[in-house]
């Protein structure tokens, strides 16, 4: 009767997974009990093609695996598929099942399905051998993947299972023959007939296993004993660009090295052709990535080698990722470092200002010493803005953004770069008429064009050149924004050199963080990131390219900011004097120093004002005489009693008792945070002196 006249046995699958769901998908895969699939999109079909059948066992645990596999050995009625999750909590998992099972039933085909695991499939392969009865797939899956390894797995099982049967058959056969030679010509003739089936079988087999083979994404490949190519499969030459029969005969070389390159990447594959299993991660720009390779001897019958099995797993993405977590880790050390550090800086910034200001205050306008003390306030106040900088990089902080005109910005910022850049670099200045409000901070903004200019000028340090920055209005059609920004006009500001540009291997990777070509001590690697991420931040776009002639050229887009109601920009309004006062005024400071110079710099600003340095016993002072003071001015990092804490005892006691708050940095007091204590403002070190008057004046007014 031919093949297409029965119906093929139905074949035992188990599955053990510990969701439901999954259970009932292989039940609608492999055993469905109507159509309910047949109608949606893409599993048309899914059901078991022709007559193969499947008796289904389904399993939430391991332990529930491993004995059903003990039922149908003592039954004899094996299983040929076992489908096991790594993972079913809560018990041991599907490797220690898998195990299990392969003790009981060597002959069970195994695929192990994971939507994830920390068991990479080598150790797979070591703890539930052998590797020909084990395969691994990972969720989420198509339904036409699970019936095709259903299907292609129990032919094969069915297979060996005939084969060995029919080994058994004929090694009857054969002892037969010699006891009755009557019978030789009926045996000989029922020999072939098997054999023939048998080659059908097989050659079904092959097919089949050459579609799985070619179905991994892994790339495999196989390299013959004298270092050339004898199969790959598909992935292996779509990643090459080739077909199949284009490469196979080629040497090892032309798989790994690029051009022009040999045994840049060969020569570290080949080590591993020794006969031994060996595991190895590579860099192999050929293959455009980064991979886990694993080696695996390929031999006869007899144990002699025959050529060795590499397949290469892609981990780009993987050590990107740790990539990214080391960098994640740098900057959370910058952070701690830059808050550690912000603290202590910023209060004796406050001291220098604070002092300065006094003298200024002091000193006849248009004199040596006046003109001595401007400038110590002026780098103060650079330190200051320094300071947020770090803290902002640092921490990420979501910073006010104002309508900001870049082009003064521009032209004041060439004129700090004019100072630092050789003298063989030449400065030109491109700012053409139109539009230049964008919503920024000054700081940032000016962070992006010092980073810029500086790795220009660094790119033309022997050579020197022309360091040119520009500055335009573009129509929106001309905005290569990101979608986030919506359709908008934009800000065009563009830094270029001529200096030797940048190498076309690298370009792509100028923006990564810590990535540099500077010699050490020379750059941290952090310039064009830091820049790229507040183009970001706000919204906008940077990019870099290689100038025909020579140079770089940095192009950044920011969208710009909408007109201001009226038509137009307010002119500024000029800064008042600080207003004289009359309060009483208790200032509470842990530095010495800075409780001494608050206290004179009130005194100067008319107040009466009383300076300790003890939280304590200020606390104690408010208690005993709360009606004495009209306002409260205190430092947040004070030890023993922390400002916030004293504040909450100060308004406890007396409600309706103005509080200001003083903080070099605090990770833990937020102007939210303060105001929900009942604190007028949150004031950062170092305080100018008009600033702290204006506080007090509001503060005193009632004014929020």
Not at 112 to 123: G, H, I, K, M, N
Not at 512 to 522: A, I, L, V
Request: with cysteine.
């Amino acid at each position: 009767m031919g093949a297409g006249e029965t119906r093929q046995e139905s074949m035992r699958v188990l599955v053990a997974d510990d969701e439901p769901r999954i259970l009932d998908l292989f039940t609608e895969i492999l055993a469905p009990t109507d159509d309910i699939l047949g109608g949606l999109d893409g599993l048309g079909g899914v059901g078991p093609a022709g007559d193969q059948t499947f008796e289904l066992t389904l399993c939430r645990q391991g332990e529930e695996a491993v004995e059903a596999f003990r039922v149908a050995a003592r039954e004899n009625r094996p299983y040929a598929v076992a489908f096991i999750d790594v993972r079913m909590p809560p018990g041991r998992g599907g490797l220690a099942a898998a195990e299990e099972i392969r003790a009981i039933d060597p002959g069970v085909q195994i695929v192990v399905v994971t939507a994830f695991t920390d068991v990479d499939p080598l150790t797979i392969a070591r703890r539930v051998p052998p590797i020909d009865k084990l395969l691994y797939i990972q969720k989420p899956f198509h339904p036409q993947e699970i019936l095709q390894f259903a299907t292609s797995l129990c032919a094969k099982w069915r297979a060996e299972r005939d084969f060995k049967g029919l080994k058994g058959r004929l090694e009857t056969l054969v002892y037969e023959r010699t006891a009755a030679l009557a019978a030789a010509n009926r045996k000989l003739t029922r020999e072939i007939d098997e054999r023939e089936r048998v080659t059908q079988l097989i050659e079904s087999a092959k097919r089949e296993w050459e579609g799985i083979f070619d179905s991994v994404q892994d790339l495999v490949v196989v390299i013959d004993r004298d270092h050339t190519v004898r199969r790959l499969n598909l992935a292996m030459a779509h990643r090459l660009g080739l077909t199949p029969r284009d490469v196979v005969g080629r040497p090892c070389a032309f798989v790994f090295d690029d051009e022009g390159k040999p045994g840049e990447i060969s020569d570290a594959v080949l080590t591993m052709t020794d006969g031994r299993y060996h595991s190895k991660e590579l860099s192999v720009p050929r293959l455009r990535g980064e991979f886990l390779i694993t080696a695996s001897p390929l031999t006869h019958a007899d144990d002699a080698p025959l050529a060795t099995v590499f397949v290469a797993h892609d981990v780009t993405e993987r050590k990107n990722l740790e990539r990214r977590l080391l960098q994640s880790q740098k900057m959370e050390a910058i952070g701690t470092l830059a808050g550690g550090i912000a603290h202590d800086f910023n209060n004796i910034l406050g001291i220098i200002m604070g002092f300065a200001e006094m003298i200024e205050g002091e000193a006849a306008p248009d004199t040596p010493l006046s003109r001595r003390v401007g400038h110590i306030l002026s780098a103060s106040r650079r330190a200051r803005d320094l300071v947020l900088q770090i803290l902002s990089f640092s921490r990420q902080n979501d910073e006010q953004a104002n309508r900001l005109h870049v082009g003064p910005l521009v032209k004041e910022t060439l004129k700090l770069i004019r100072a630092t850049v050789p003298i063989a670099v030449e400065i030109r200045d491109v700012i053409r008429p139109g539009r230049d409000a964008v919503l920024a901070e000054p700081s940032q903004i000016q962070q992006i064009i010092m980073n810029l200019c500086g790795n220009a000028a660094h790119a033309m340090r022997e050579t020197g050149g022309l360091l040119e920055v520009g500055l335009e209005e573009l129509p929106a059609a001309a905005c290569p924004l990101p979608a986030e920004s919506g359709p908008s006009q934009c800000l065009h500001l563009w830094v270029r050199d001529t200096g030797p540009g940048i190498p076309a291997d690298i370009i792509e990777r100028v923006f990564d963080p810590f990535f540099t070509t500077k010699k050490p001590g020379e750059g941290t690697g952090m310039g064009l990131s830091v820049a790229h991420g507040v183009v970001r931040k706000y919204k906008g776009e940077i990019k870099v390219k290689n100038v025909a002639g020579g140079g770089a050229l940095f192009d950044v887009y920011l969208p710009l900011a909408p007109d201001a109601a009226g038509g137009g920009d307010a002119p500024a309004a000029a800064l008042a004097d600080p207003a004289r006062g009359r309060a009483r005024v208790l200032l509470v400071d842990d530095e010495q120093a800075l409780a001494e110079i608050g206290r004179e710099l009130l005194e100067s600003l008319g107040y009466k004002a009383t300076a300790l340095t003890d939280s304590r016993q200020a606390l104690a002072l408010l208690r005993e005489r709360p009606g004495e003071f009209d306002l409260l001015i205190t430092d947040q990092n004070m030890p023993g009693l922390a400002g916030a804490e004293l504040a909450k005892a100060a308004l406890a006691a007396r409600p309706d008792l103005p509080v200001l708050m003083l903080t070099g940095f605090s990770e833990t007091m937020s102007p939210e945070a303060a105001r929900a204590i009942g604190i007028r403002e949150l004031l950062l070190k170092p305080v100018l002196r008009r600033d702290l008057a204006a506080a007090i004046e509001a503060a005193l007014a009632g004014k929020k």
